[in-house]
């Protein structure tokens, strides 16, 4: 079974930055691609970036510039660095993988895997 855990996640203040990670419980990232996904209450959740099996890559158009994704093969760990955090960015960050080789930040439904998710709250 695919287990997906986040960490990373806490307490910023507006413009500072978090690593997140994302640590599968194998060697699935030939096959999957890994989207973080954000859920703020009483809001709808949304697409932040994805990685696809082959390496390629999505942002939304609201953290772009603003994050990076990346991954560690070897440790079968994925990244979302975050800088120039907002108040608009609080939320819990789930992880969450797809058999795909492509991906594209919004297609949640194809996402069958999911982490427990990792608060990120930004102060002003």
């Known amino acids: 079974q695919v287990q997906l855990v986040e960490s990373g996640g806490g307490l910023v203040q507006s413009g500072g930055s978090l690593r997140l990670s994302c640590t599968t419980s194998?060697?699935?990232?030939?096959?999957?691609?890994i989207g973080w996904f954000r859920q703020a209450p009483g809001k709808e959740r949304e697409g932040v970036s994805c990685i696809g099996s082959g390496g390629s890559t999505d942002y939304d158009d609201s953290v772009k510039g603003r994050v990076t994704i990346s991954r560690d093969n070897v440790k079968n760990t994925i990244y979302l660095e975050m800088t120039n955090l907002k108040p608009e960015d609080t939320a819990v960050y789930y992880c969450a993988a797809a058999l795909s080789f492509r991906c594209t930040v919004n297609a949640g439904a194809q996402y069958k895997y999911w982490g427990q998710g990792t608060q990120v709250t930004v102060s002003s």
């Open positions: 194998g060697s699935i990232l030939d096959y999957y691609a």
